[in-house]
Structures are given as C-alpha cells and as structure tokens.
C-alpha cells in the first residue's frame, strides 16, 4: 500500500495502540499534522512543548502505558527536553516525536535547527533520526520496544520534514503492517539467576534486623501485590521511596513509610540500624543514602534492579541480582514457600521500630486561633476528603514533601511526581496526564506557588479539552524549600527567594483560564472549599490555600549529612532515639 510518510508515521503510532498524544504543531512537524485529522488518536493541543513532554509523563506514571508527545524542531524540540530528562532520571516510558529541517538542509543551520538527537543523547534511552521515509514504521516500532522493556525509558524519533510531506518524492513509501525490528544488542534480561536466588533468601533467613528497601522499580515491573506477598511472608518491614509511594500500602503494619532526606524518622533510622537491606527496583540515590559513607553501616545488602549498571554503582552487594523486579521477588516468594522463611528471632528489632513510631511520628504544631493555615493540615483535611484511589500529582519542593508524608498511598500508581530530577513545573501538566489516562479517577495535583507559575498556562489546555482536575495551590509567597535552607543554613539571609504576597491573583488568573478559583485563608473554610471543588467535574478547579511561610519539612537530613543526624521536629528534640 502506497502512503506517505506523514500517515505512516501516524498509522505506525496507532498500530502500537497509541489512543492520544500530546503536542504542538509548527513548520518541520507540519505534514505530520495533517493526517492526524483522519486518525483515532486523540491529539491534546497544549501551550507549551515542555507541558507536552511532562503530560506524556503524567500519563505513563498513571497508566504504565507509554506517554506519546509529538512537537516541532528548534526550539520546539529544546523545550522537550526537560521532560526527556525529567523521565529519563525516573524510568519513565515515552516516545517523543521531534521534526527536523529536511534531510539536505541538516548542518545548514536552517530555519529551526537544532542538532536534536545530539541535544537529547544523554537524556534518553535511545534515539533515531530517521532519514529514510520507508524506515519510519520500524523506527516507531523500535521506539516503543526500547521505552517499554527493561528499565523504561524516554526515546525519541527526529522526524526531517522532506521525509513525511506528501509534496515531496522522498516521502513515497510501500506501507506493510509485518515490520521486522532490528535491534542488534538490545536484549534486556528480566529472569533472574535461580543460585543468585537462593543465596539472598538465606541471607533474609539468617537476618535480625532486615528491612525492604523499595524503589520505584516495583511500580514499573507491576510488581506491587508480589511485594506485599513478599513482606507478609517473611514479616520484613518495608520502606517506600519517594519514587515507590503506594507500591506497599501506607496502612499495612509493615509499611514504614517514606526514607531518605525528608523521611520519616522510623523509615531512616531502621534503614541505618537494619543488618539486611534488601533494595528492590531502587538505585541507592542520594536523597535516600544521605552521606554515603555513613549510610547503614552496618548492613549486608541484597540488590535487585534490572539495569546492570546501578549494580554496585553506589553501594556494593553482597548479593547481586539482575533482572526484572517481578520475577526476582515472585522467585523468592516460591523459596521461601518451600522451604520456609527461618525461624530467626526478630521480636526485638519489632520492638525498637515499634518504640521509634510511638516517639517519632510526623509532626507540625497544630493551628492557634488566628494562626495562619498550616500546608501540613490542607493535606490532611485534602486525604480525608478523597477516595482511597486518588491520584495526587505534585511540584517539587515542601509541598511534595508534605503531599508525600502526609497522604495516605494505599493503591499503587496514584502518587505522581518528579524525583530525579525535581522538575519544577511539572505538576500541572502532569495531573493533566494522568487524568486524561484514567478519566475515571480524581485527579488532585499539590502544587506550590512557585512551581505554578511556571506552567499553569497548560490549565487552559486543561479546560479548552475538557480534563477536570483539581489544584490545591499551597501558596507561601516564597521558593519555599530553598527558603528552608537559607534559614536553617544561611543564618536567615533571603536571598532572593520572596515571590509575592499579592500579585498574581490566582482566584482571577484560575478564573480566566476557564478554571473555578477559590482563596481560603483560614482552617476553618478548608473543609468546605475541599467539598466544593470534589463536586465540580465540568471543569479545572484552582483553590489558592494562603499558607504558613514559616513552616519547615520535619525531619530533614542537611546536605551532606549522615542519615544518622536526622533532625526531627522542636518538640522531638530530647527524645531518646
């Protein structure tokens, strides 16, 4: 069948089941846009490139399915670039379709060029530039395996304009639906070494302190009901990186919660006494390890990831296994259902973990008459008020620190959030993602107001499509962790860190991006402007939350400190730990 290489780069996105994707027209992209008109896809025109990349992102964290975006060269691709890296830091699946000047004029520095696929090598999984219109279909083909197995991640596909306009003869191309990739190389490994099995379950056996280190690894291998198989099996309390929030449910009575920097104190200090640690899917970052010479000292580790490099790349195993998260813990699961998971005496490291959650639990000092709002409250009053399956998207900074404390994760995939990175700005267009990937879920994004202002015009993409979602905009007039630090670290000098108190007005701006805007100033008008805007589903809902400037992310391990120094909250400061 004879097409051009416009429809068949949209015929080979609908073949891989591509049911919408994100994007913005311009010059090099054009010829593409056409046969858009005549396809099922559902194309979500935004307002800005890197809204695209962080709506694909948003809608693989909530889906497991790939993000598609498509945009245009130059500056079009430059702007996507953030998103690239932002999902590349996290293993997040997307393939991002980039146009380019036409083949010949490549080098030229023609009208919108850019050297994309050079720009973008370090911050993707793979990328092609594709210079022949009869390679497009494997090309796709290609894009979607690599972003989706092994470690996920981001491809993306540089598309020359001369090679998809139907004016030109370079775009002629026999069309066949039986495509053969060629991948020489590319075989990631998902089964796991059955010795390399055997060996970590007998370390679990023999352990007296062990602790299950979760990565965002488990979410992506789906590998979230195994893992609570795992942990009632053997008894092993389990700890959730930021990235694996909801992998193991926050209401279990194995669940420790959140570790690393801001961490609880329990999920920190049993990391840093544990005997065993048994990291699954996680990469040892060091918002988690804190110093990493004084992290867990004492501890053998067990290492499940499925990319061979970050095997040793920080701590060294004393057990390494390669392979998919999945089939690594379902293994275990099947030793220890044989043959049992020991008889090693534990009561007491169960008894200090349960004396380090009576003494340490998160803590804020609650709101005094005429106080101002408190953003740890909002949170509470928000999780309250939801159902159980919520997706919460966040920004980064307090907020998503408080939004990752606070909230109660009991399903996995509805926290969405940018951890590697900590991409401000991503939350908007993230909780735009993820609703339009699970239409039937409510969809709150955290936001602060500084992350905010750097995206919230894709709320008018939210509003023109019709995707309701709902922003809580905890609102402290400042950049508020980096104001943390200049106070606890900088002797209180400010620098540069006060947006403002009265401009924008983010009830107006809400309001004329077609949203509902709403302003609550004290606790007791949270509840109500909560129910309000949980009944509102014809449209975006903004209510700016005016919050405490003054409050700080308890406990806080500071840079470059060990995780043994964990400073918890004034009225937990003489506790004995």
């Known amino acids: ?270 990391m840093q006494e544990a005997d065993l640690l048994i990291a699954l899917g996680a990469r040892f970052d060091d918002r988690v390890t804190g110093r990493i010479d004084g992290f867990a000292p004492g501890a053998k580790i067990i290492h499940v990831d499925i990319d061979a490099a970050e095997l040793g790349k920080v701590r060294r195993p004393d057990v390494a296994i390669q392979g998919d998260c999945r089939v690594a813990i379902e293994a275990l699961a099947e030793v220890f259902a044989a043959d049992g998971a020991g008889d090693t005496d534990r009561d007491a490291w169960r008894s200090r973990i349960s004396g380090w959650q009576e003494r340490f639990p998160l803590y804020y000092e609650p709101s005094q008459p005429g106080d101002s709002l408190k953003p740890q409250f909002v949170i509470e009053r928000l999780r309250d008020a939801t159902p159980d399956d919520t997706i919460v998207a966040s920004g980064v900074g307090q907020h998503q620190m408080w939004a990752s404390q606070y909230w109660c994760f009991d399903h996995p995939y509805t926290w969405v959030n940018s951890g590697g990175l900590g991409t401000m700005g991503f939350c908007i267009p993230a909780a735009i993602g993820a609703k339009v990937g699970c239409p039937d879920k409510m969809v709150w994004a955290v936001d602060g107001d500084g992350c905010f202002q750097m995206t919230a015009q894709e709320l008018v993409t939210a509003t023109v499509e019709n995707i309701p979602i709902k922003v809580a905009l905890l609102n402290n007039s400042y950049l508020g962790m980096v104001r943390q630090w200049q106070e606890m670290f900088y002797d209180e000098r400010y620098s540069e860190v006060f947006l403002s108190k009265d401009v924008p007005d983010y009830k107006a701006w809400a309001e004329a991006m077609g949203c509902v805007g709403m302003r609550v100033d004290s606790p007791e008008d949270v509840d109500a402007a909560i129910a309000k805007a949980n009944e509102i589903d014809d449209r975006p809902v903004v209510i700016d939350f005016r919050v405490s400037a003054s409050e700080k992310v308890y406990p806080m391990v500071p840079s470059g400190a060990s995780n043994s120094d964990l400073v918890v909250p004034p009225s937990q400061q003489d506790l004995p730990r």
């Open 1 to 270: 069948m004879q097409m051009d290489g416009g429809q068949a780069l949209i015929r080979a996105l609908e073949l891989e089941g591509v049911d919408v994707m994100f994007g913005l027209p311009g010059g090099a992209i054009l010829p593409v846009y056409d046969p858009i008109i005549d396809s099922s896809i559902r194309h979500i025109l935004v307002r800005h490139e890197q809204g695209a990349g962080h709506m694909a992102e948003g809608f693989a964290h909530a889906t497991g399915r790939p993000g598609v975006a498509m945009v245009t060269s130059g500056p079009g691709a430059t702007n996507i670039v953030t998103p690239l890296c932002d999902a590349h830091m996290d293993s997040v699946p997307l393939v991002v379709i980039t146009g380019q000047v036409p083949y010949a004029a490549i080098g030229t520095d023609a009208f919108q060029e850019c050297d994309t696929t050079g720009i973008t090598q370090s911050v993707t999984k793979h990328n092609f530039l594709v210079s022949d219109a009869q390679d497009i279909p494997r090309t796709i083909k290609e894009a979607f395996h690599i972003a989706t197995t092994g470690r996920p991640g981001p491809v993306l596909v540089d598309i020359p304009k001369d090679i998809v306009d139907p004016g030109n003869p370079r775009s002629a191309m026999e069309w066949t639906d039986d495509v053969e990739m060629d991948l020489p190389g590319y075989n990631p490994r998902t089964d796991v070494d059955p010795a390399a099995i055997r060996a970590a379950a007998e370390m679990i056996r023999a352990a007296e302190r062990p602790v299950l280190y979760v990565g965002g690894g488990v979410l992506k291998a789906r590998a979230a009901e195994a893992l609570r198989r795992l942990a009632e099996m053997t008894g092993i309390h389990v700890v959730t990186t930021l990235m694996a929030r909801g992998a193991f449910p926050d209401s279990h009575e194995l669940c420790l919660g959140m570790p690393g920097m801001h961490g609880n104190f329990t999920a920190v200090t049993a």
